[in-house]
């Protein structure tokens, strides 16, 4: 029987499938995945991924972040660019850190930015989830990171106590409530571990700001990222928990970053 033909055989096709899809950006998007298929068949089945609602990111295997190119995998969290307005403050804070942690890392998107801009750190990642550990080891390997599997803080050696610069975690913030009103991309295709924060959204959040300073070398600092309405409570959970407390706050991303620092 003769194979048959491929389905398409222009830019221009990719960016009429993709727009008829609804995809907003199609001539980008068509772009990203003409460059990262490599045969006729794998651009058919990433275009046929993207249309039915995959996100991009995870199309194409990639997500640019801080001017890196991030592995994305199915079933891993993909790193969102608002994230870097937290790498900025982090960076502005502790510009000398040689002890970086990236909790709830994800695909270790912001310990990878955050060893790219220092230097040689001593680079270490968590993640509860096995994909996103596996995915962090590959995107921070370049900086020699060591990355953890476990729950928060128990991840982590002891031999860290006291003595982290920068303890950036991104953790989930969504209020359980509300994961059903994510965007499809969000809610059907990246675990529910990453978005799903509690009650309030603020459970795992209140849980690292616990904690946080028994880690922390003096003088280093937590970063997480929440939103405008929980950012007044989350503030309080850092200076409930002995942290000198800031709330920063990003117009051209939209982001509210909370650094607490040991004093």
């Given at each position: 029987?003769?194979?048959?033909?491929?389905r398409?055989?222009?830019?221009?096709?990719?960016v009429?499938?993709l727009?008829?899809?609804?995809?907003?950006f199609?001539?980008d998007?068509?772009?990203?995945?003409l460059?990262?298929?490599r045969?006729?068949?794998e651009?058919?089945?990433?275009?046929?991924?993207?249309?039915?609602?995959?996100?991009l990111?995870?199309?194409?295997?990639?997500a640019?972040?801080?001017?890196?190119?991030?592995?994305?995998?199915?079933?891993?969290?993909?790193p969102?660019?608002?994230?870097?307005?937290?790498?900025?403050?982090?960076?502005?804070h502790?510009?000398?850190?040689?002890?970086v942690?990236?909790l709830c890392?994800?695909?270790?998107a912001?310990g990878?930015?955050?060893?790219?801009?220092?230097?040689?750190?001593?680079?270490?990642?968590?993640?509860?989830?096995?994909?996103?550990v596996?995915?962090?080891?590959?995107?921070?390997a370049?900086a020699?990171?060591?990355?953890h599997?476990?729950?928060?803080f128990?991840?982590l050696?002891?031999?860290?106590?006291?003595?982290?610069?920068?303890?950036a975690?991104n953790?989930?913030?969504v209020?359980t409530?509300e994961?059903g009103?994510?965007?499809a991309?969000?809610?059907?295709?990246e675990?529910?571990?990453?978005l799903d924060?509690?009650t309030?959204g603020?459970?795992?959040?209140?849980?690292?700001?616990?904690?946080?300073?028994?880690?922390l070398?003096p003088?280093g600092?937590l970063?997480?990222?929440?939103?405008?309405r929980?950012?007044?409570?989350?503030?309080?959970?850092?200076t409930?928990?002995?942290?000198?407390?800031?709330?920063?706050?990003?117009e051209?991303?939209?982001?509210?970053?909370?650094?607490?620092?040991?004093?």
């Open positions: 029987m003769p194979s048959l033909p491929p398409f055989t222009s830019a221009d096709s990719v009429t499938a727009r008829t899809a609804g995809c907003v199609a001539e998007e068509a772009r990203l995945i460059a990262a298929a045969t006729p068949d651009l058919t089945d990433m275009v046929d991924r993207r249309v039915t609602g995959h996100p990111e995870l199309v194409v295997g990639w640019e972040f801080h001017g890196l190119r991030i592995t994305v995998a199915p079933g891993v969290f993909v969102r660019r608002r994230t870097e307005f937290l790498v900025d403050q982090a960076l502005a502790s510009p000398d850190a040689s002890v942690v990236d890392c994800g695909s270790g912001v990878a930015a955050l060893a790219a801009a220092l230097g040689p750190v001593e680079l270490h990642a968590a993640d509860i989830d096995p994909a996103a596996e995915c962090a080891r590959r995107n921070t370049d020699d990171g060591r990355v599997a476990g729950d928060l128990a991840a050696p002891d031999g860290l106590r006291g003595r982290v610069d920068i303890l975690a953790v989930p913030y209020p409530d994961v009103l994510l965007p991309e969000a809610r059907d295709h675990p529910l571990v990453a924060g509690g309030d603020l459970d795992i959040l209140r849980r690292v700001a616990a904690e946080a300073p028994r880690w070398a003088g600092c970063l997480v990222e929440t939103s405008e929980q950012a007044s409570a989350a503030v309080d959970a850092f409930r928990s002995g942290l000198t407390t800031r709330l920063a706050v990003s051209e991303f939209y982001a509210h970053v909370v650094v607490g620092t040991r004093t």
